[in-house]
């Protein structure tokens, strides 16, 4: 039994997370000023555009918007099916893989700008795999971004105490930070060597915690990334055009006059205020049933990882346009309840892949957040598994005593865990 976690979930009170839910689903976080819902309206608008060739789409790319994959079950969510899932690929070289930036990595653009109008003039087709030796691909399933600002807020003490064995976790979980490249310090100081298997923080690293991974420790970063890999628009921080194989741009294809596309961050910042900005979805009365799915939640330790709650820090700073940044008073000082230590964790050679990201090993994921699950249609990294249950039965490694339990469930217990997995 898993005395403290279960001690905290029952004195704080479900309906103190109402504070920090969107009053519907793909909203603003409660409690926005109209300053920042205004930023918000702007950058949903910015989220769902589909960018164009003179705004510096591809010349590959996957899709024109955010959106185009983030969308279930408003713009932000998850994606529905798996049509859209992205191929990573990497070079194997003697159990090194290496992402294959030079050969158009990391991952698949599957589209070109010559199936757009206006795109006439470039003569490249999407990408497929380069026929190299040692060639391997990790499939991504796109995740939801709902409550992102609150995570972004969370600081990395509270990530680090989760870390590790505790008595209050059952034999074999563990977990462990993704400590993180902070991108906007690394441009500063570009001497710095990082080494991705400490333990403790040095540098300018963060806790990651975003990604399938935790490979990203800021929100900023994972908007800038996805923008220039998924939709080809280069950045101030991501300035590299994306070609089938990593070729050169061929004549007829750079049709954006500005370079970097994306000159100032201008529409980086907007689609950053609509990720920071966007609530967690909300929550359902617990019922009895819930009540009941609850206490077996915990008890047979998926709460060990699934952690019910954490910690915003007191300020959290938003950028914005020009360089200034704006406290959001809306993101500080919340407890919030993302059902994730947001560490990754060893999951078993059944939900391996071929990628390392950090410290995140091909066995090694995070733990992925439980709050909104009930409006996912896929589940699991490469959106695999059709139902909670079957994700949950995949779960092996650290969770595999935790699995165990579960499958010595009666059919009524089972049912009452997913209840209260699907108010949350
Ligand atoms: C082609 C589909 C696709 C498009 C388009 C796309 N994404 Fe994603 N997104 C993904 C996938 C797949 C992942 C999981 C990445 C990983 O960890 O491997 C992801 C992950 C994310 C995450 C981290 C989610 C988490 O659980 O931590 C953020 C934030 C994000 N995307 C933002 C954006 C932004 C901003 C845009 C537009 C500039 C965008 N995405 C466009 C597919 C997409
Ligand atoms: C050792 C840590 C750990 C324990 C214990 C654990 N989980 Fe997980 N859980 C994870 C990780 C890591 C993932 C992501 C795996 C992946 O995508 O490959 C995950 C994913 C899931 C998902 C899929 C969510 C989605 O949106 O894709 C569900 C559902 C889930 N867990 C339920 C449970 C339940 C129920 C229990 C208890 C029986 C449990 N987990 C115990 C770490 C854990």
Known sequence: MNKHT???AAVLATSAFAQT????????????????????????????HDFTIAQGLGPTFNKPSCAGCHFLPATGGSESGTANNVTHFMIN??????????????VLQLRSIAELPGGETCSIVGETLPPLPGVTTSIRHTPPVFGFGLLDAVRDEEIV?????????LPGVAGQVNWAIEMESLVRLQAFTFDPTRKQPAGPVRAGRFGWKSQTGTLYQFTEEPFNIELGVTTPFFPREFTPNGGPVPAGCGLASAQPNDTNSVESI?????QALVGPLPRQQLTPKALAGRVIFHAIGCADCHRPHMKTTKDYYMPLQGGAAHRVEALSNKTIAPYSDLLVHDMGPGLEDGRVMGRAGPRFW???PLWGARF?????????????DEATERHGGEAQL???????LTPAQEEALFEFINSL
């Open 376 to 388: 996912k249609d896929r589940f699991l990294h490469d959106g695999s598994a059709l139902t909670l």
């Open 402 to 408: 935790s699995t165990d339990l579960y499958n010595a």
């Open 93 to 106: 070289n003697q159990g090194n893989f290496m992402p294959a930036l030079e050969f158009g990595g990391p």
């Open 21 to 48: 839910t969107a009053n519907y689903p793909g909203g603003p976080v409660k409690g926005v000023t109209p300053f920042e819902q205004n930023l918000f309206d702007i950058g949903k608008a910015a989220y769902e």
């Open 161 to 169: 105490e989760y870390q590790g064995k505790k008595p209050w976790k």
């Open 270 to 274: 907007k689609l950053m205020h609509f």
């Open 366 to 368: 995070r733990t992925t």
């Open 6 to 8: 279960f001690l905290a």
